[in-house]
């Protein structure tokens, strides 16, 4: 059965309604930000009752909860295409991970906002910790050849520097989209200023290497 909505070039299939509901609340935030996406502005834009938002999210958290959940596999999808084409080695990877970072918060800002803003969700949903889980054990599979690199092989050590290079993309990313980076002074876009977190983590291990093989000459 097609359910007609009040245009005529928007119709949703029943079963799909709640998808089509997510991706009017997806659009509203990518276009008006947080604060605009509620249950009956996202009922108004698939052109559905103002009940059928509640019957399938319950209230405005669980539609919230929802849209993170879907930016977290966003997430860890744009790092893991950035991944999967760069070169093996170890500093590559890192500095792949963190472009992938960036290029999904810079495409998707609403989202990169929302799934950080913690008084918005509910944290216990099984879905967001799974999304969520899943995008931060790609994070730490990433850091542990850098902390092997660096002499640290225990989980504390892969989660030391998971947490640096998180810290660092992520206040790059904020900063960024609030307007708070300009662009180099040679030109360019504010971008392109990303610190070299692989040279950040792992410059330490070639100044040790160098001062060592200095000492045996």
């Known amino acids: 059965m097609r359910h007609e909505t009040g245009s005529p070039e928007r119709p949703y299939h029943h079963g799909d309604l709640r998808n089509a ?7 509203i935030l990518d276009k008006e930000g947080i604060w605009a996406v509620t249950l009956r502005a996202i009922a108004a834009r698939a052109g ?7 019957h399938h999210f319950g209230n405005v958290r669980g539609l919230m909860t929802a849209l993170a ?6 997430l860890h999808d744009s790092i893991q295409a950035g991944v999967d084409a760069a070169p093996k080695q170890t500093a590559e990877q890192v500095r792949a991970a963190g472009r992938g970072y960036l290029g999904f918060a810079m495409s998707n800002p609403g989202l990169f906002r929302l799934m950080f803003t913690a ?9 967001l910790q799974r999304a969520g889980d899943r995008a931060y054990q790609q994070l730490l599979s990433i850091a542990g050849p850098a902390a092997a690199q660096r002499g640290g092989h225990s989980a504390d050590d892969v989660s030391a520097v998971a947490l640096q290079m998180w810290c660092t993309v992520h206040g ?11 662009a180099p002074p040679g030109g360019g876009a504010p971008a392109s200023r990303l610190p070299d977190v692989a040279e950040l983590l792992l410059g330490s291990v070639k100044a040790r290497k160098s001062a060592a093989k200095a000492r045996r000459r």
Request: aromatic share 4%.
């Open 21 to 27: 509901l997510l991706q009017a609340g997806l659009e």
């Open 48 to 54: 559905v009752s103002h009940a059928a938002p509640a």
């Open 69 to 74: 959940t879907i930016a977290f596999d966003r």
């Open 119 to 127: 008084s918005l969700l509910d944290a216990a949903d099984p879905e």
């Open 172 to 182: 790059f990313a904020h900063l960024l989209l609030e307007g708070q980076i300009d």
